[in-house]
């Protein structure tokens, strides 16, 4: 629940809306007003209130299918129903489609207020719960994870998730971004609608206009035909805009349009199309120091930093790396059929003692690794240890393998360009993991984004020199 309750108020008569906000302003609650079936629709649809009062007699359509559009969602609200005192049995069939509680017109003043606090007060009590089932457990839609950092990222998450405010996520790389973004999806009324992820720094700058906003046929050289964008991918949905401080300045003007209106152009197109999207953002640099440097708009700064929701670093999250490192080792076991089940006590100690720079992902990368080298039911201490070195044992940093010739004073051989060593290991890296370039960028420890940008710009360096 949010601190300041939602109370939606489905009511087509003025006067009787009236007195409800009459009756009701002893309660420190949010009242939202709806006066049709299509309206409460359209309210559900952009946030989830805590409780609805509904009346029955729409001028549009029956309460009850309202009801059930409710509990078809499984939104979490408690509806109380409200109904003319020859309509009782249709007020207990309400209650066996799902409703908490019924009033019967005429009703005391006192009789609302006190049947409103009750489905208030259980609300909060279901959040309670909630909140216990994580403690015990350690999950939170798809995430992991029981301290007190991650409580309150469950919390942001849940408040942020009943509403259309933009979020904006930080943290540093591997922390659970994109995860803390479909969980905000997930818990959302949009939650039956699209949920787009979209890379702006894994993806060319000369294509990402097109992979925001689509292109038409003959646009430029290889449009082949029309292709819809991550805009209208996403309408209904959310749009996940991960490293939105990659984007170029261009762009940062034409997606600010694209929040004031709710209207874009395709590449080449002429014709205006909207979309109806929800925005969740994140970057691991610090938004409003890319203000200060100039590299990020601030008008587009305002308008997506509605809400911030930071990411912990997994050095600050307590025995979450044991729940964590738990997870990953039974997944990576099954996957590759070996028979690991727990971890030594040396190497449960070696787990909290490091500072998991990479974090999660580093974390991952440690664990796919042991799996992948070692037999055995327990995981011992000396099986970790890359983690006193930073690098992998089985894949030592292509930069060790230059020939002592070559860092030795007097050596024959020439030192290789930095860009060429790089490039070498980039390859390396994704010959070991068959090209996947997500696992490739845990070996090497950098962002998959920086993999993405170096290809394209080989590929662009290969194609200039064979013209």
Sequence with gaps: MTAKPRLLLVEDTPSILHLYHEFLVKLDIELIDATTGAQALASLHETIPDVVLLDLELPDTNGIAILRAIQAKKLPSSVIVVTAHGSVKTAVEAMREGAYDFIVKPFAPDRLIITVRNALERRRLETLAAANDIAKSGRFCEMLGASLPMRAVYNVIENAAASRATVFVTGESGT?????????????????????????????????????????????????????????????????????????????????????????????????????????????????????????????????????????????????????????????SAEEGKSFADFDDGALAALRRHTWPGNIRELQNLLRNVVLFNQGETVTEAMLERLGRGQSAAAPAPIANLRRAEREPGGSAAVRPLWLVEKEAIEEALDVCGGNVPRAAALLEINPSTIYRRKAEWDKARLASSA
Aim: net charge negative; glycine share 8%.
């Design 176 to 332: 659970g971004k994109e995860l803390c973004a479909q969980a905000i999806h997930r818990l959302s009324p949009r939650r039956d609608g699209p949920f787009v992820a979209v890379n702006c720094g894994a993806i060319p700058k000369e294509l990402m206009e097109s992979e925001m906003f689509g292109h038409v046929r003959g646009a430029f050289t290889g449009a082949v035909g029309n292709r819809a964008g991550a805009l209208a991918r996403a309408d209904g949905g959310t749009l996940f805009l991960d490293e939105i401080c990659e984007l170029e300045p261009a762009l940062q003007v034409k997606l600010l349009r694209v929040i004031q209106s709710g209207e874009f152009q395709k590449v080449g197109g002429s014709e205006i199309e909207h979309a109806d999207v929800r925005y969740v953002c994140a970057t691991n640099r610090d938004p409003w120091k890319e203000v200060q440097a100039g590299r990020f708009r601030e008008d587009l700064y305002y308008r997506l930093h509605v809400v911030p929701c930071a990411m912990p670093p997994l050095r600050e999250r307590d025995d979450d790396v044991l729940l964590l490192a738990r997870h990953f080792l039974a997944a990576y």
